[in-house]
């Protein structure tokens, strides 16, 4: 009966999800209809020409846009957390509607933020998605310091901001439902990278399938945590991507597996790969960063990555990967996650569940490392994206 009951919570959340996602395809659907198809999306380009700091602000007229904080925290008294913070920008259209209104928007505003407690082994995740409106969210204008912005979770006072404070990026997220907040602020400690040459990242052989990418790889980070209604003062070290394009995947991938590598020897380590509908390999790259922040760009025949267990989803079954062999070159890496269940269920977007956490990296059995992974695509009806 037990069993039973939780099939039926699960079937409930299903059908809320669904219900979200219809209205959001209303949104979408209306929104093209009011504009037509004449306006194209811009797609990424590899002699795009970088500003910053302007670039760390929102891109119109790209399709997608992400800021992305990964990253490792430990309090006062040693207890230990990982985090994500996200700010996606997803277009509806390339330009603004011509519409007397507030209410016309041309793009959607989604944020994720989650916290793994490693010592309780609780994964917590809060989520918001709103048109971008005056009274919902939006994104800054350069030299404004506001990067984004979003009402937060219903019946949650607060709104989730990312700034940027001069040197880096400043961010808070806030569930009241769930007793969980982030509130962090960083610094860089190595200088910003770009992900491939000139920051043009290529995801597939189509040539709209890529993204301009840059990282931030180490980012001094101190702030607070809140779990189950208590907080923590916390330091670590943080990651930051940021990436927009249009169309990143071919028709015939499915997701992706994302590595993003902090070894203590000051070197970072980013990989991806692209999964097809077999769940092959389609295409993957890498960036080994130096510890003088001299980058190495590694196609898909100069590394290797081997499963080692795998972990099922109790609320969505998906079957994610669990542990990892990377071997780079002569180096053989070994990379464990710090829970099994680090899984984003979003409620509001029901086809989008990830598994997003926190991994140790050893050499040897010797600890060498920590950082994060991301797994999308891997579940029946798991779509990586709106």
Not at 53 to 69: C, L, V
Request: include cysteine; hydrophobic fraction near 35%; charged fraction near 25%.
């Amino acid at each position: 009966m037990m069993f039973e009951g939780k099939r039926q919570k699960v079937k409930g959340k299903r059908k809320d999800r669904r219900k979200a996602l219809f209205i959001v395809f209303c949104i979408w659907f209306f929104m093209g209809w009011t504009q037509g198809e004449a306006e194209e999306w811009q797609i990424a380009v590899p002699d795009y020409e970088w500003s910053f700091p302007q670039d760390h602000w929102a891109r119109e007229g790209y399709k997608t846009e992400w800021w992305y904080f990964t990253g490792h925290l430990k309090s006062e008294n040693g207890r230990e957390f990982g985090y994500q913070f996200t700010f996606f920008r997803v277009g509806l259209l390339p330009t603004k509607p011509d519409l007397d209104s507030d209410w016309a928007a041309n793009n959607l505003i989604m944020g994720h933020a989650a916290i793994s407690d490693l010592e309780t082994g609780q994964h917590y995740f809060s989520e918001s998605i709103h048109r971008v409106t005056p009274l919902l969210g939006g994104f800054g204008v350069y030299p404004d310091t506001l990067l984004a912005w979003s009402r937060g979770p219903v019946g949650t006072q607060d709104r989730w901001l990312l700034r940027w404070n001069g040197d880096a990026f400043d961010f808070s997220a806030v569930d009241a439902g769930k007793d969980m907040r982030i509130d962090l602020r960083t610094r860089p400690k190595k200088s910003l990278i770009f992900q491939g040459p000139k920051g043009y990242s290529k995801k597939g052989v189509g040539e709209s399938a890529a993204s301009q990418y840059y990282s931030f790889t180490r980012l001094e980070t101190e702030g607070s945590v809140t779990v189950a209604g208590e907080t923590f003062d916390v330091v670590g070290e943080s990651w930051m991507d940021k990436e927009f394009g249009s169309n990143q995947l071919d028709e015939n991938q499915v997701g992706w597996d994302w590595f993003s590598l902090q070894l203590d020897d000051g070197r970072e380590v980013m990989l991806y790969v692209l999964r097809d509908k077999t769940n092959a390999v389609d295409y993957a790259r890498g960036t080994i960063v130096l510890v003088d922040g001299q980058t190495q760009y590694l196609k898909r025949d100069e590394f290797e990555i081997q499963e080692t267990g795998s972990w099922t989803s109790p609320e969505t079954d998906a079957i994610y990967p669990a542990g990892w062999i990377i071997k780079v070159g002569d180096e053989i890496l070994t990379v464990q996650s710090e829970m099994k269940n680090q899984e984003n269920q979003a409620e509001l977007v029901g086809t989008l569940f990830y598994w997003e956490g926190a991994v140790r990296v050893l050499r040897a059995g010797k600890k060498v490392g920590r950082g994060y992974v991301e797994l999308t695509g891997y579940g029946a009806g798991s779509v990586p994206g709106l």
